[in-house]
Nanobody, 116 residues
Framework: QVQLVESGGGLVQAGGSLRLSCAAS????????MGWYRQAPGKQRELVAT???????NYADSVKGRFTISRDNAKNTVALQMNSLKPEDTGVYYC??????????WGQGTQVTVSS
């Protein structure tokens, strides 16, 4: 089992910044991927950014150049620095850990609201 606890999020004006953090505990492997997904009202959950255990990153086109994912394998944490936020970035952001066995674990979600 893996537990993910998120922090950060909140309300910010367009153009502002927020930082999300996620701490993992439980049965962890350094080769697991960690990342962030988001779900806007009435929409499906979508990938925002992921980082593999080897350091490879993947970003949604909509956030490239504005968001940065970072990971600390020693502390089992992942963070998402979000700059130049737009109203369309509004949603519930979920931390994800994808294990080498193909299992997905999710955090409880944290709300990000960007006002125009």
């Amino acid at each position: 089992q893996v537990q993910l606890v998120e922090s950060g999020g909140g309300l910010v004006q367009a153009g502002g910044s927020l930082r999300l953090s996620c701490a993992a505990s439980g049965r962890l492997f350094s080769s697991d991927s960690m990342g962030w997904y988001r779900q806007a009202p009435g929409k499906q959950r979508e990938l925002v950014a992921t980082k593999t255990g080897g350091g490879n990153t993947n970003y949604a086109d909509s956030v490239k150049g504005r968001f940065t994912i970072s990971r600390d394998n020693a502390k089992n944490t992942v963070a998402l620095q979000m700059n130049s936020l737009k109203p369309e970035d509004t949603g519930v952001y979920y931390c994800n850990r994808h294990t080498i066995y193909g299992l997905d674990y999710w955090g409880q979600g944290t709300q990000v609201t960007v006002s125009s």
